[in-house]
């Protein structure tokens, strides 16, 4: 499973997370789709998680349980792709008739979303990686701060004890430290499977 693109009880690959990031990007190239109903507009790729198109008017319990994983992961993909900045919500009145008018957010594609979708898949796959890579790390800061803070404290009063004077390199050394304590604790607890708190 992704770490960026995160569907509960749903592995996929990153040939899944592309081809549903580029359908959602193709899908909202003229801007003229809801944010909203987004998943609605998506039902032409339902094939993308096991290979077999979804029965969205079944009334089966397993082919409604495809469905709602299918928008989870639709609604994922989305967030995930405004979170890159490969698309954004452009919010516009729209004249609901005899009611006042409606603010409606509309997805619209960004120039960082239109080379995404028209690079080689291999491209594609080193910009996901790398997307994965900052937000995973972005995350663990935001979240790990404390022990950001605590381990940067620590590693420059052991250098101030050794070197009675903090210097520019012992401050980039300890920033770097808590950032790595950080980063490591997160992937411990996002590999052990741990709960947020």
Known sequence: MSSSIPVQNIKVGASQNIRMLCAILNLCQGGTV????????????????????????????????????????????????????????????????????????????????????????????????????????VDAIKKYRWIFSVTSIVVALIGWVKAHDITDTLIVLSIFAGFAAAVFIAWIVNVLGIDDD
């Open 34 to 137: 809801p944010a909203a109903g987004l998943s609605l507009h998506l039902n032409s790729v339902s094939d993308i998680l096991d290979g077999r198109p979804i029965n969205f008017d079944s009334i089966n319990f397993s082919e409604n349980v495809r469905v709602h994983s299918f928008n989870s992961f639709s609604r994922s993909a989305f967030i995930f792709l405004l979170k890159a900045n490969l698309c954004k919500t452009d919010k516009r009145l729209v004249d609901a008739g005899i009611l006042k008018p409606m603010e409606v957010a509309y997805v619209k594609v960004t120039t960082f979303g239109l080379i995404f979708a028209k690079s080689p898949f291999v491209l594609q796959y080193v910009v996901l990686k790398m997307l994965e890579k900052v937000f995973f790390s």
